[in-house]
């Protein structure tokens, strides 16, 4: 061991000053400014902090898992009818059942034999054909198709792979830095370091509070009124009337509006106010007060926070794109006629209701359909229209393969009266034609008659077939364009569509624009093959992330500080060594936290405590050993070679299982559970390292001068 000593010692301080240059950048404010630009440009990783340490936005999801199926086993059943028409001439009928089971019904029994691997080949992997023992057989015409569960389950995991994908792209799209997202379980945890930090906000509406209380002091009789902010405060301001005693001027101002808390509620002021009582920023002095947002106030601020609010319906938007064609022509069972206007002849619909019904202009002339008097219903609001079809007599609902969708219209009562959304009704065809899976790319851009904003969608080249098919097929019909379960658009098809280019209108309005451009960020990153739904949702201010960094520093401190103090006290010098090695254990921990871009959060800096313990006991160990090969009547450099090749199996079984807690920690934990995994086991490597190998060297130096025959420990 005490060959190359000096080549040893030469890399030993190489990798220190190399690991302390790759904490840098992490650890100085604004390395940018801060630090020479050698040092940015080399050591680009770094760690990050947690929610916990710097504030921000913690958000759970459950993934529907369940809706991808569907939907999936939706497309498989549209390829094979399509396959089915193409190559063997027949039309069958592909209906789902659950979300694995489905049913292919032939015009005949004998036409089942046309099922060969030709056409079922888009079946293969995904669901398997089997003899019904729970319905319709094969010698009634029918094929059974179904999902074992091994494919369920992967189906599962594979759209909670792909949602927390999708949602990954839209949050780097929006810009938030160093996003921490995660599966866990059938959930997606999202963690937006900063988020939350809504200083801004807050600010901005403190100080049009302090404005208007300084009219309403003005109002009142003061000569002059005084603002001022406070530091670290960015939801209070000083105020300072020269000359009064402001207490009794705000009783006297607010008389019956002053709660027993201190809370000012007036209806002159933007938001709720509260006086703060015993500030140290107007200690003995009667002429000032520090007043500022209440707690309720601040809250209802950052619910209004525009950008946050954006932020999560981008991640929440499901933005799935459907194109399904609209049905107004089929007479719905023995009416004669079509299902709305069946509704409306038939008085289903009453007033009262808040539901008008319309006579829509004919449209598909001269083309092979035509639909001359087609029916909508109107109502001001989503909910009018929904709770009406819902609450329909079972005889009077649509049958499996049609549904009533719902969107959007601006309605105009006279030609010069400004324009307001309604919502409308269309009635069609319950499975898609085209979904968003297929989207290329998504532009922004402005329609040409409308002169308002569009989104111009192009699909690959399997989408684009689909439409072109689709368009060819049903020349005089209309496609609704569904977005999120909304209609944005009903074109008709005039010809057969090549090239697959779609566009969508939003209608018009100040904010279409940008609905427009989140719109185009949200397709791009993809449609969320899951519906998300928010389980958990919490902020951690910016000023307790603050708190808890210098809690767990001070922590950080007085553990390394105490350690520090028993090893020397208890093994002299050779307790130098030891807090040596302890040190540069400590920077080699956070070089490794930098150079793998760990998040290090509250429990991470436990992690990092608990390290500091476990890196002394191996140097207890080894130091106990030489100890005893000393009394035994040892030399110096033998006891010092012995203790440490004899220790050193004792210290790896020790570190090996903690190491396997750690790796189960992390493995299963999630969030703060895999902080503290991650830093314990980077600190069981560091650890080992040091501990063994960086506080031999040092006795090595010692035991290779001349003379030296006692060890102080």
């Not at 002159?268 to 002095?285: K, M, Q, T, Y």
């Not at 019904?357 to 449209?363: K, T």
């Not at 790796?663 to 895999?674: A, D, E, F, K």
Request: glycine share 8%; charged share 25%; proline share 4%.
């Amino acid at each position: 061991m005490r060959r190359f000593l000096k080549i040893k010692a030469l890399g030993l301080l190489a990798l220190v000053v190399a690991a302390v240059l790759s904490i840098l950048p992490s650890v100085v404010p604004d390395p940018q400014e801060n630090l020479p630009s050698w040092i940015t440009e080399t050591f680009t990783r770094r760690f990050n902090l947690g929610l916990d340490l710097q504030g921000g936005l913690h958000l759970e999801y459950s993934v529907a898992v369940d809706e991808a199926i569907e939907t999936k086993l939706d497309q498989v059943a549209s390829e094979l009818e399509a396959a089915f028409r193409d190559r063997k001439n027949i039309r069958v009928r592909a209906e789902r059942e659950g979300i694995d089971t489905l049913r292919v019904h032939f015009p005949s029994p004998d036409d089942v034999a046309l099922a060969t691997d030709d056409v079922m080949g888009v079946t293969f992997g995904i669901v398997e054909r089997i003899d019904a023992d729970d319905g319709p057989t094969e010698a009634d015409g029918v094929i059974t198709l179904r999902m074992s569960k091994e494919v369920l389950n992967e189906n599962r995991n594979a759209a909670v792979a792909n949602t927390l994908e999708t949602v990954r792209k839209r949050v780097d799209a929006m810009g938030v830095a160093e996003p921490n997202i995660y599966p866990k379980n059938r959930q997606i945890v999202v963690e937006l370091p900063g988020v939350s930090d809504t200083d801004t906000e807050i600010r901005a509406a403190a100080a049009v509070a302090a404005e208007r209380i300084q009219d309403i002091l003005r109002d009142a009789g003061a000569p002059q009124v005084v603002i001022a902010e406070v530091r670290g405060e960015p939801h209070a301001f000083r105020v300072t009337v020269p000359g009064s005693n402001l207490s009794e001027l705000l009783e006297q101002t607010f008389e019956g509006k002053i709660t027993e808390d201190r809370i000012i509620v007036d209806t002159r002021l933007p938001n709720e106010l509260e006086i703060f009582e015993g500030s140290a920023e107007v200690a003995d002095d009667p002429a000032s007060e520090v007043i500022g947002l209440s707690e309720s106030a601040r809250e209802a601020v950052l619910a209004d926070a525009g950008d946050f609010n954006r932020l999560l319906k981008i991640i929440e938007r499901q933005a799935v794109l459907r194109m399904h064609l609209v049905d107004d022509e089929t007479p719905f069972r023995d009416t004669g006629m079509p299902y709305l206007e069946a509704l409306y002849k038939h008085n289903m619909v009453r007033e009262g209701m808040g539901i008008s019904v319309n006579l829509e202009r004919g449209y598909g002339p001269g083309s092979e359909v035509t639909v001359e008097k087609p029916y909508a219903f109107y109502a001001e609001d989503l909910e009018t229209l929904q709770r009406y079809f819902n609450n329909l007599p079972a005889q009077w609902r649509l049958p499996p393969d049609m549904k009533v969708a719902f969107g959007p219209e601006e309605f105009r009562t006279s030609a010069n009266a400004e324009p307001r959304e309604v919502y409308r009704t269309w009635i069609i065809r319950s499975r898609a034609e085209v979904s968003g899976e297929h989207i290329v790319s998504a532009t922004t851009g402005y329609h040409p008659e409308r002169n308002v904003p569009v989104v111009n969608v192009k699909l690959d080249r399997i989408g684009a077939d689909r439409f072109e098919e689709m368009s060819g097929n049903n020349v005089g019909r209309k496609m609704a364009i569904i977005l999120d379960e909304l209609v944005r658009s009903d074109p008709v098809f005039n010809e057969r569509i090549p090239g697959g280019n779609v566009q969508i209108t939003l209608g018009s309005g100040k904010d279409v624009r940008q609905a427009a451009n989140d719109l185009v960020k949200v397709l791009k990153s993809g449609s969320l093959s899951a519906r998300l739904q928010k389980e958990f949702q919490i902020r951690v201010g910016a000023d307790l992330g603050r708190d808890a960094v210098e809690r767990g520093f001070k922590a950080f401190i007085y553990g390394l500080g105490a350690v520090a103090v028993f090893m020397l006290i208890y093994y002299r010098r050779s307790g130098i060594i030891a807090v040596t090695a302890l040190v540069i254990n400590m920077v080699l921990i956070l070089a490794a936290m930098a150079f793998f871009e760990a998040t290090l959060t509250l429990p991470g800096i436990a992690g990092i405590v608990l390290t500091i313990g476990m890196a002394v006991d191996a140097n207890v160990i080894v130091f106990e050993r030489i100890r005893e090969y000393i009394r035994e009547g040892y030399t110096a450099r033998a006891a010092i070679e012995s203790g440490y090749d004899r220790a050193f199996t004792t210290i790896l079984d020790a570190q090996l299982t903690t190491a396997i807690a750690g790796l189960v920690l992390w493995q299963y934990g999630s969030g703060p559970i895999r902080g503290f995994a991650i830093t314990l086991l980077i600190g069981i490597a560091t650890s080992i390292f040091t501990g063994v190998w960086c506080s031999r060297l040092f006795f090595d130096f010692q035991a290779n001068r001349r003379g030296f025959d006692k060890v102080s420990i």
